[in-house]
């Protein structure tokens, strides 16, 4: 015949309560230090769901890890010989398109420029790098009093915030100082430009 012993609360011989029922099923007194054993459910840690793509946070609930992840990275190359006398800014080729997945993404772009020559060494090759039609990064006078300096490179770098999920294009652009001749990609040179979507 089974026995039953109801205790609302369990003191230690100095008096001091060990344990102790609200009648309800919770109980009071016992130290995490007395799990020496077995292994607590993740339910029991805190609320959310947890899995292999969550983590427990400090308030006691499962989140999964914040912005910084990388959600795509493209890459474009051209080895077209670009060569303009235009004070003005023209397309050099290197150009590439992204459709974020969400506003809230950043694009990283990263365009490398090489085989840059000029024919005069008062002209000097300028570069700009463009979301769309708005400028996000620029060098400019590359080779300015230096004539027929070849395979000098250039790097334009830029952090943008397209906030949209429709496709973005990102281009290069050059122009010279003066009217003579600028060039890029001599010498068999590749340049290229990649980009990056930074969740948020």
């Given at each position: 015949?089974?026995?039953?012993?109801?205790?609302?609360?369990?003191?230690?011989?100095?008096?001091?309560?060990?344990?102790?029922s609200n009648g309800s099923g919770t109980i009071t007194g016992l130290p995490a230090s007395a799990v020496s054993s077995g292994t607590i459910a993740t339910a029991r840690l805190g609320s959310?769901?947890?899995?292999?793509?969550?983590?427990?946070?400090?308030?006691?609930?499962?989140?999964?890890?914040?912005?910084?992840?990388?959600?795509?990275?493209?890459?474009?190359?051209?080895?077209?010989?670009?060569?303009?006398?235009?004070?003005?800014?023209?397309?050099?080729?290197?150009?590439?398109?992204?459709?974020?997945?969400?506003?809230?993404?950043?694009?990283?772009?990263?365009?490398?420029?090489?085989?840059?020559?000029?024919?005069?060494?008062?002209?000097?090759?300028?570069?700009?790098?463009?979301?769309?039609?708005?400028?996000?990064?620029?060098?400019?006078?590359?080779?300015?009093?230096?004539?027929?300096?070849?395979?000098?490179?250039?790097?334009?770098?830029?952090?943008?915030?397209?906030?949209?999920?429709?496709?973005?294009?990102?281009?290069?652009?050059?122009?010279?100082?003066?009217?003579?001749?600028?060039?890029?990609?001599?010498?068999?040179?590749?340049?290229?430009?990649?980009?990056?979507?930074?969740?948020?």
């Open positions: 015949m089974a026995s039953t012993i109801q205790v609302d609360t369990i003191k230690d011989i100095g008096g001091n309560t060990m344990l102790e959310g769901t947890a899995s292999s793509s969550t983590f427990l946070r400090g308030d006691q609930t499962y989140a999964e890890a914040g912005g910084g992840k990388i959600g795509q990275v493209l890459s474009a190359t051209s080895t077209t010989t670009t060569s303009t006398s235009s004070t003005s800014y023209v397309d050099t080729g290197v150009t590439i398109t992204i459709t974020p997945s969400a506003t809230s993404s950043k694009v990283l772009v990263s365009a490398t420029i090489l085989g840059i020559s000029a024919t005069s060494n008062t002209g000097a090759a300028s570069f700009q790098l463009l979301q769309d039609s708005t400028k996000i990064s620029e060098t400019i006078n590359v080779l300015y009093n230096i004539t027929g300096q070849a395979n000098v490179g250039v790097v334009l770098q830029a952090l943008s915030s397209p906030s949209t999920t429709s496709a973005v294009t990102y281009k290069v652009q050059i122009k010279n100082r003066e009217a003579t001749a600028a060039v890029m990609n001599t010498a068999n040179d590749s340049s290229n430009i990649t980009v990056s979507e930074v969740l948020a």
